[in-house]
Structures are given as structure tokens and as C-alpha cells.
């Protein structure tokens, strides 16, 4: 098992930018790749961003790419997103997801991910 809990949420004006964390413990955070997704009322939930268990490989979506970094520090078992730019649009619950996997790359699916956080709400006012 995996316990994840997603902080750094909040409330920002559009064009400002929060930096998103998730503290992973249970298992050995280097043997996950990661991944962050988002869900605004009403909608899917949808993917942001991933990242390979070494960090070495990153994947993001189209809507947030130039304006999201996903990092990961294996050493404190911690997963981040950097978010700037933001856009009312981004307004959403934020959730982090770990699967496990010996290959370093990243997966897109929300159904290839095993073990998720609670999530963290982030609101972005226009």
C-alpha cells in the first residue's frame, strides 16, 4: 500500500501560480511512477501531468504544457507540480496518483494508476 496527501492548494488570481506537493509513504516512493490529475464539477477526471519513477521522464497535457512542471524528490518521497499562468479553467481538485512499475516512463491513464490521494482543491478567480 500507498498513502498519498496532496497540499499546497488554494485560491490565486488568474496569472498567478501555486506549486502543488504529494508526501507518499507505505512503500519505497522510487519503485512509482507518478502522476497528477484534475477534476472540475461535473466533469471526467482528467489527466495533467506524469512522471517517471527516476524523474528522468515527464508527460504533460497539451492544455497545461509550457505552464506546469511535475518534479519529484525521491529522496524526501515527495511528488510536485509547479502551476503558473494559471487560468480560471485550471479551477479544480487536484489528486496525485502512484503506480508501480520497474520501467522509467510515464503512463497518461487514470486507470493505470493504482493507489490515489484525497485530493486538494485549487480555485483560480478571473
Known amino acids: 500500500q500507498v498513502q498519498l496527501v496532496e497540499s499546497g492548494g488554494g485560491l490565486v488570481q488568474a496569472g498567478g501560480s501555486l506549486r502543488l506537493s504529494c508526501a507518499a509513504s507505505?512503500?519505497?516512493?522510487?519503485?512509482?511512477?507518478m502522476g497528477w490529475f484534475r477534476q472540475a464539477p461535473g466533469r471526467e477526471r482528467e489527466f495533467v501531468a506524469a512522471?517517471?519513477?527516476?524523474?528522468?521522464?515527464?508527460g504533460y497535457a497539451d492544455s497545461v504544457k509550457g505552464r506546469f512542471t511535475i518534479s519529484r524528490d525521491n529522496a524526501k518521497n515527495t511528488l510536485y507540480v509547479q502551476m503558473s499562468s494559471l487560468k480560471p479553467e485550471d479551477t479544480a481538485v487536484y489528486y496525485c496518483?502512484?503506480?508501480?512499475?520497474?520501467?522509467?516512463?510515464?503512463?497518461?491513464?487514470?486507470?493505470?494508476?493504482?493507489?490515489w490521494g484525497q485530493g486538494t482543491q485549487v480555485t483560480v478567480s478571473s
Open positions: 496518483a502512484a503506480r508501480g512499475t520497474p520501467y522509467g516512463r510515464w503512463y497518461r491513464g487514470r486507470y493505470e494508476y493504482d493507489y
Open positions: 507505505g512503500r519505497t516512493f522510487s519503485n512509482y511512477a
Open positions: 512522471i517517471s519513477w527516476s524523474g528522468g521522464a515527464t
